[in-house]
């Protein structure tokens, strides 16, 4: 086992206080190491907050004023996607502690904190490049991420009818889509939003996108599998004259006259799995392909 010290920068979920004990344990177990140790303001404070008393790291940062070996994510697969955008460009392997629920993505448990922190220092640990998706709006700006690791979604407003999308790729006019929103997904989020509205799974690593309409006024639309080198561009037109763009999930208000142009991001998001892990067997667990409901 390596004796060298390993930086770390850990985000976290700023809403759950009974399973803030699994960042005591963790820190406990990084101290045993000697691990220089960054934490996130928001998720310092929180953890401060609960615990009444100062935690214990090297340094607190804000935005990106961060580097580091890794970084780990301690709550679901959405403080994974955030903790994804923090690195963008950066590159930092970043390692997913599940205290959530499903965990896609945060696929180390709680009670495995300890033999994943032995496996980093190690060594023993395989490295996953995932690709995101690039979101360029055209006449306007976004205040949030510009990149997505699972998906980003162009949606009506909550008190507005379906929404008109002009759709092209490469320039050439693919639809008019009529519907509640459509979603352009990565492989990596296609178990996410766009499987709740009958997207295709689609195995990480292939390099490919898919688009899938959210409550479709056409029965005949289906959802499409394209390359990953494609470019999107998407104009909008809606009877409140506004629409939503939703970036892994968080959204805000855009003009019809924002043209919204997606292509494959720079740069890979690089998640670290354990020894043995499979997407295949994270599939039959998490969504209990093959389940017999007869069975006891």
Request: with cysteine; aromatic share 8%; hydrophobic share 40%.
């Amino acid at each position: 086992m390596t004796t060298d010290r390993l930086r770390l920068a850990i985000f976290g979920n700023v809403f759950q206080p009974k399973k803030s004990a699994s960042i005591r344990r963790l820190l406990s177990c990084l101290a045993s190491f000697g691990d220089e140790v960054a934490m996130d303001r928001a998720f310092y404070d929180f953890i401060c907050r609960c615990s009444r008393e100062r935690v214990g790291v090297a340094r607190v940062f804000d935005g990106g004023d961060f580097d580091a070996d890794f970084v780990i994510s301690m709550g679901g697969d959405g403080t994974f996607l955030k903790a994804a955008s923090r690195v963008g460009a950066k590159q930092i392997p970043i390692v997913g502690v599940n205290v959530g629920r499903l965990g896609f993505l945060a696929d180390v448990g709680p009670g495995d904190i300890e033999a994943c922190i032995e496996a980093l220092h190690r060594g023993d640990y395989a490295i996953e490049d995932r690709g995101a998706l690039l979101v360029e709006p055209l006449g306007g700006s976004l205040a949030g991420p510009v990149c997505a690791l699972n998906d980003v979604a162009i949606l009506k407003r909550d008190d507005a009818s379906m929404i008109t999308i002009h759709a092209s790729i490469d320039g050439e006019s693919l639809a008019t889509y009529q519907a509640d929103g459509l979603i352009v997904c990565t492989p990596t989020g296609s178990t996410a939003y766009s499987l709740s509205n009958g997207g295709p799974i689609i195995v990480p690593g292939t390099p490919v996108f898919g688009i899938t309409a959210v409550a479709p006024h056409s029965l005949n639309t289906r959802p499409m599998v394209i390359s990953d080198r494609s470019v999107l561009t998407f104009r909008v037109e809606s009877r409140s004259h506004n629409f939503l763009i939703a970036v892994d999930g968080r959204s805000e208000k855009c003009a019809d006259g924002v043209a919204i142009r997606l292509r494959k991001a720079p740069y890979k998001v690089r998640i670290v799995k354990r020894p043995g892990t499979s997407y295949y067997d994270t599939l039959r667990e998490k969504m209990m392909w093959g389940a017999d409901g007869r069975e006891k």
